[in-house]
């Protein structure tokens, strides 16, 4: 989000210094590793709405940077019935999707249930998360921006500047202990897949929530997860995927998707800020401009939220 910002900003001629409290590409926070997804499925038309802004902000993106920043192999969604899946948000909105039945979703790779519905919106896929980043920044710094690592901001009155965007995230309670803001290390996989990039996948529980992922690994070929399934962390603490949860990602993955090998290969950890509602907080409080927390969703509309700090910033 801070990167997003940043490219938004110096596109409008703001003069933007960006500080990283680590080096860049650095794996202590949420926007780390090769892949996340990316998808207009919401059960919500106000967050299909959005994530089209969000689509629209990725279109641009790769336009000024030259670069391929979205690979869009389809997104299955899983759900024990077609009335927690996202067919009526996509609806209202009027974009793409049907249902499969188990066979057409066996096709793609994806195991479903007996008596389970299957949701297929071809415009699903993954953000190259380790190269939108870089785009993001690399596009602020041909407009001046400049991008100062290892500089942790421990004290927002101390920095000269205008506005200051905060954007960060798991740290972001220590900065505005009001908000309503819960601190998760969530732990994913990796497995191997030969085959050509299989689609994203969803598997919702009973309310329209997100249980299991698995979205396509350039390297690898598949990671999966289990959605907000990890313990209340300290960010500034360091820590390894927790194993249990690793064997019950890999379960699911035997079930859900059996053209893959259910054998992890390595598995990593990522921190979620979630609110209450998983809503994000874009707000301003005097100079202060906060974009958080992305609730273990939001790396897909990093754009959008970008130019709505952006606008935030230079109100």
């Not at 994530?51 to 192999?73: C, K, M, S, Y």
Request: glycine share 8%.
């Amino acid at each position: 989000m801070g990167a997003a910002a940043a490219w938004q900003l110096a596109r409008r001629g703001a003069d933007v210094v960006v500080h990283e409290q680590f080096e860049l590409g650095h794996a202590r926070g949420s926007s780390h590793g090769r892949s996340r997804i990316v998808r207009l499925s919401y059960p919500d038309p106000r967050w299909v709405r959005f994530a089209e802004e969000a689509r629209a902000g990725w279109a641009e993106l790769e336009e000024e940077t030259g670069r391929t920043v979205l690979e869009l192999h389809g997104l299955v969604e899983v759900a024990n019935t077609p009335e927690v899946t996202s067919a009526a948000g996509l609806a209202a909105v009027g974009v793409e999707h049907r249902f499969l039945s188990p066979e057409e979703a066996r096709v793609r790779g994806v195991a479903v249930p007996e008596g389970w519905a299957a949701l297929f919106e071809p415009t699903g896929g993954i953000a190259r998360a380790e190269l939108a980043l870089a785009a993001f920044l690399d596009a602020a710094r041909a407009r001046g921006a400049r991008v100062e690592e290892r500089s942790r901001a421990d004290d927002l009155d101390a920095l000269d500047a205008d506005v200051v965007v905060v954007t960060a995230g798991a740290w972001l309670g220590r900065f505005f202990p009001d908000l309503p803001l819960k601190v998760t290390r969530e732990s994913v996989a990796y497995f191997r897949y030969e085959g050509p990039p299989l689609p994203s996948v969803v598997e919702l529980n009973e309310h329209s929530a997100h249980a299991f992922f698995a979205l396509h690994d350039p390297v690898h070929g598949l990671k999966a997860g289990a959605h907000h399934a990890g313990a209340e962390a300290d960010p500034d603490e360091l820590a390894v995927p927790d194993p249990e949860l690793v064997a019950r990602i890999a379960r699911w993955v035997s079930e859900r998707l059996p053209l893959v090998d259910p054998s992890p290969l390595g598995a990593e950890t990522c921190l979620y800020t979630t609110t209450p509602d998983e809503c994000f907080i874009l707000e301003r409080r005097g100079r202060l401009v906060v974009g958080s927390a992305c609730s273990g969703h939001g790396f897909k509309f990093a754009p959008a939220v970008g130019s709505r700090l952006a606008d935030l910033a230079l109100a």
